[in-house]
């Protein structure tokens, strides 16, 4: 059943035969993440109806693999392993995800392909990477010049969140939500709140909702200046990057006034927003929206697709992205009703998954809640699926064309860890 306010509270049970059945693939469905809570296994969709939550009995802790029709469940799988001790049946890939080096084995590491030939041979990078970059291991197979394949390593930056949620009212552990992604934390405290509500059957004020999508558009806006100014800047236009990471910096010193906080983490929270905007401040954001608007016309230029190569029709959906959500932002925080930002969520019990859009695709939140407490939860975040559409996107660039495209592409493997 689907809720208001991006929200769909229940589930379809089937049994294990139906669960595998479902394995076997369907185009109208896209996976959007799969994880355990005994004594049940579930699954989140997209398709045609919305969001869909499908969940399966486990038998004697196990279940069917769904990777034969959705590849992207085969991380989900071996996660669910790792956390739970849960095994998918059938599956094809039996590595940890999180646990690299259990018990003393290094089976963990992924079984790279083997170079052949003249001219074959590998490049790894990280887990260890200059400045901030997230803990990740790539390994790029080359033939010559072009990238064969590519395949990650992840795990290093597994946070134990859904763990840490466990026992907390939706309030406290809002803060857990909000810092699963940097660059998407209206997204995630939003579909965690949308959770939340439904699952305790509230509807929020619609000055709360109103500031939400708002916020959300402004965020879109910020992360998508930042993916097109590293992939610039990756591309060799410096010049470039540092204007697109201006206008970036001008919307971050103007949300710092509007909302106290240059990300706006901690704003959002369930039952409404911390605080509202403050009106006076609204026209430095507007005029700093205005200049992102103005920076990314750059990406019309033909020279500047030309230096993005295989990510310019990338790069330019982002960019017109930015012109959108920029519109959005204004419009929604000109257009906000009078009333109160927030309410009081009841210790009530209820199971729901909250959705929210991110400059990535939608984020999805999902809790069970017991008396105001939360059992379990699970957070998903898009990069987990786009991580396997990237490394099939890079296979036959050069690694320079390559490194642009993941820049890119902006994925968060600190979220995809969890």
């Known amino acids: 059943m689907t809720a208001d306010d991006g929200a769909v509270t229940g589930c379809e049970v089937l049994d294990p035969a139906g669960w595998a059945a479902l394995g076997q693939g369907d185009s109208s469905l896209t996976l959007c993440g799969l994880f355990v809570s005994e004594p049940r296994v579930y699954a989140c969709f997209e398709g045609p ?22 590849a992207a469940a085969g991380w989900f799988e071996r996660l669910g392993f790792d956390l739970t001790g849960v095994r998918a049946i059938g599956g094809s890939d ?3 995800a999180i646990r690299q080096g259990a018990a003393g084995s290094d089976a963990a590491w992924p079984q790279f392909i083997e170079t052949r030939g003249e001219g074959g041979y590998q490049i790894a990078a990280g887990p260890v990477a200059g400045m901030i970059a997230t803990p990740v291991h790539r390994r790029f197979t080359m033939d010559r010049a072009r990238v064969v394949s590519l395949e990650h390593r992840l795990g290093y930056t597994h946070r134990g969140i859904a763990g840490l949620m466990r026992g907390k009212s939706p309030r406290v552990a809002a803060r857990f939500a909000a810092r699963i992604a940097g660059d998407a934390t209206v997204a995630h405290a939003t579909a965690f709140a949308r959770a939340a509500e439904a699952a305790s059957g509230v509807a929020i004020p619609a000055r709360a909702r109103g500031l939400r999508t708002a916020m959300l558009a402004v965020e879109r806006v910020t992360t998508d200046l930042v993916a097109l100014g590293d992939a610039v800047e990756r591309a060799g236009d410096v010049t470039y990057a540092g204007l697109l990471g201006r ?8 949300l710092g006034e509007v909302f106290g ?16 905007a ?24 033909q020279r500047v697709r030309r230096d993005l190569a295989a990510a310019a029709p990338v790069a330019m959906a ?14 929604g925080f000109s257009t906000l ?7 009081a969520l009841p210790n009530a019990t209820g199971m729901a998954v909250g959705v929210a859009e991110s400059a990535r695709e939608k984020v999805h939140h999902w809790l069970d809640i017991v008396d105001g407490e939360i059992r379990d939860g699970f957070a998903i975040d898009p990069s987990a699926r786009l991580l396997g559409v990237l490394e099939a996107a ?25």
């Not at 969001?51 to 990777?67: G, I």
């Not at 206008?247 to 103007?254: D, K, P, Q, T």
């Open 247 to 254: 206008a970036r910096e001008a919307i971050a010193m103007a």
């Open 318 to 331: 982002r960019a017109r992205a930015v012109r959108a959500m920029a519109q959005a932002a204004r419009a």
């Open 49 to 70: 109806g919305g969001t869909r939550l499908v969940a399966c009995e486990l038998v004697e802790r196990a279940y069917p693999t769904l990777t034969a029709g959705f």
């Open 94 to 96: 039996q590595r940890a």
């Open 337 to 343: 009703p009078e009333g109160p930002v927030a309410l």
């Open 278 to 301: 403050r009106g006076e401040a609204l026209p430095q954001l507007y005029k700093a929206l205005d200049g992102a608007v103005f920076t990314v016309r750059a990406f019309g230029w």
């Open 394 to 418: 890079v296979v036959g660039l050069d690694f320079e064309a390559a490194d642009v495209l993941m820049a890119c592409y902006g994925l968060s493997t600190g979220a995809i860890d969890g």
């Open 261 to 276: 906080h240059r990300l706006m983490m901690d704003i959002v929270v369930p039952g409404g927003v911390a605080l509202d």
